[in-house]
């Protein structure tokens, strides 16, 4: 059975950090693609960061220059590592995970409160 389990979110203040994690477990060939998508009050989904497998990174324009995702393939780990967080950074922080013949899991969410 395919999991991601998240974990990092939390309060914290404008222009502080987190750092979020996310573990898959459950996939014998590994995945594809994996990231974060952030999710916020009467919006859609919206994409934060990917990486491949490969290491191929894409990030939201909002976010480039400050924060950073990163894996661990032996421990199929995702992490965003989240600098100068901004009041629109607030939201469930998605880990999802595409993998070859399976296709697209999600994790439960991760709250992110970034007060001013």
């Known amino acids: 059975q395919v999991q991601l389990v998240e974990s990092g979110g939390g309060l914290v203040q404008a222009g502080g950090s987190l750092r979020l994690s996310c573990a898959l477990s459950g996939s014998r060939f590994g995945y594809n693609t994996m990231g974060w998508y952030l999710q916020t009050p009467g919006k859609q989904r919206e994409l934060v960061a990917t990486?491949?497998?490969?290491?191929?990174?894409n990030y939201a324009d909002s976010v480039k220059g400050r924060f950073a995702i990163s894996e661990d393939t032996a421990k199929s780990t995702v992490y965003l590592q989240m600098n100068s967080l901004k009041d629109e950074d607030t939201g469930v922080y998605y880990c999802y995970a595409l993998l070859s013949a399976l296709g697209i899991f999600w994790g439960q969410g991760t709250q992110v409160t970034v007060s001013s």
């Open positions: 990486i491949s497998a490969s290491e191929l990174t």
